[in-house]
């Protein structure tokens, strides 16, 4: 028996709460902190950079020469890049989160570290729902080794999220949970495309929104993240967290169908 699009769906989302549980293994630290910096940008680059591009790319071309092709994707990226910018203005600073969280200027950080990436995971998890959804339903075995792949692409961006959230608050279930709300953006993408905006939802619409959703994830990796990992007091961790999370995403990107 045949597991249906939506249920596929919501199980790779819920994958993303697996990367969360794996992080509450263990305490919470500034080197993991930092470690775990690096991993988020090295996953963040690499699924934009070596995953989401060369398919825009690919699309892209079919329609148009190559340097209006090139033009499109460049102007798209910096529109996300631009969104990332102006997403990072409303959230909270960290004066703010001190008031909540304390005096730790390293707690504050963290918190804004987990909440600039959860946010760009979101909007990326979102689209990545309903494509989903629609390779299950034009294929099923496809749909299934889809929802596979992108499965191992959510365990780490589960990572991502739970380390910075879990030291931020001094709490590994809520890491963890953090980790598995972002995932559930999944099978709300694919909610929305059944039931509400089916019609809007066509390759070239979700090919444009992945290349904006690359643009904002680059803009966090470069202007937040990778920052984060290299500072002086733990770069070897930082360092290796972002080779870490280059090489697992290169395997999850293996994985795509």
């Given at each position: 028996?045949?597991?249906?699009?939506?249920?596929?769906?919501?199980?790779?989302?819920?994958?993303?709460?697996?990367?969360?549980?794996?992080?509450?293994?263990?305490?919470?630290?500034?080197?993991?902190?930092?470690?775990?910096?690096?991993?988020?940008?090295?996953?963040?680059?690499?699924?934009?950079?070596?995953?989401?591009?060369?398919?825009?790319?690919?699309?892209?071309?079919?329609?148009?020469?190559?340097?209006?092709?090139?033009?499109?994707?460049?102007?798209?990226?910096?529109?996300?890049?631009?969104?990332?910018?102006?997403?990072?203005?409303?959230?909270?600073?960290?004066?703010?989160?001190?008031?909540?969280?304390?005096?730790?200027?390293?707690?504050?950080?963290?918190?804004?570290?987990?909440?600039?990436?959860?946010?760009?995971l979101l909007l990326h998890n979102f689209?990545?729902?309903?494509?989903?959804?629609?390779?299950?339903?034009?294929?099923?075995?496809?749909?299934?080794?889809?929802?596979?792949?992108?499965?191992?692409?959510?365990?780490?961006?589960?990572?991502?999220?739970?380390?910075?959230?879990?030291?931020?608050?001094?709490?590994?279930?809520?890491?963890?949970?953090?980790?598995?709300?972002?995932?559930?953006?999944?099978?709300?993408?694919?909610?929305?495309?059944?039931?509400?905006?089916?019609?809007?939802?066509?390759t070239g619409f979700l090919t444009g929104?992945?290349?904006?959703?690359?643009?904002?994830?680059?803009?966090?990796?470069?202007?937040?993240?990778?920052?984060?990992?290299?500072?002086?007091?733990?770069?070897?961790?930082?360092?290796?967290?972002?080779?870490?999370?280059?090489?697992?995403?290169?395997?999850?990107?293996?994985?795509?169908?």
């Amino acid at each position: 028996m045949q597991a249906s699009p939506i249920v596929l769906t919501t199980l790779a989302g819920l994958s993303t709460g697996l990367g969360g549980a794996l992080a509450a293994l263990a305490k919470p630290s500034e080197t993991m902190l930092a470690a775990s910096a690096g991993f988020a940008g090295g996953v963040m680059l690499t699924a934009s950079l070596a995953d989401l591009m060369p398919e825009a790319l690919e699309f892209y071309s079919g329609y148009l020469q190559p340097l209006p092709c090139g033009g499109a994707i460049v102007t798209l990226l910096a529109l996300g890049m631009l969104t990332a910018g102006l997403l990072g203005r409303l959230l909270p600073e960290e004066t703010e989160l001190a008031a909540k969280y304390g005096q730790n200027t390293a707690r504050t950080k963290a918190m804004r570290t987990a909440l600039i990436t959860g946010t760009a995971l979101l909007l990326h998890n979102f689209p990545e729902g309903v494509l989903t959804l629609f390779a299950g339903t034009a294929d099923p075995a496809l749909g299934l080794r889809t929802a596979l792949a992108i499965a191992l692409h959510n365990i780490p961006e589960g990572l991502a999220v739970a380390v910075p959230f879990a030291y931020a608050t001094n709490s590994r279930a809520k890491g963890a949970l953090a980790a598995l709300v972002s995932g559930l953006a999944e099978p709300a993408g694919a909610l929305v495309a059944l039931f509400l905006f089916r019609s809007l939802f066509t390759t070239g619409f979700l090919t444009g929104t992945m290349v904006l959703v690359a643009g904002i994830m680059i803009w966090v990796a470069l202007a937040q993240l990778l920052p984060t990992a290299f500072a002086p007091a733990h770069r070897l961790p930082g360092i290796l967290g972002a080779a870490a999370g280059c090489l697992l995403m290169l395997l999850g990107i293996a994985a795509l169908p």
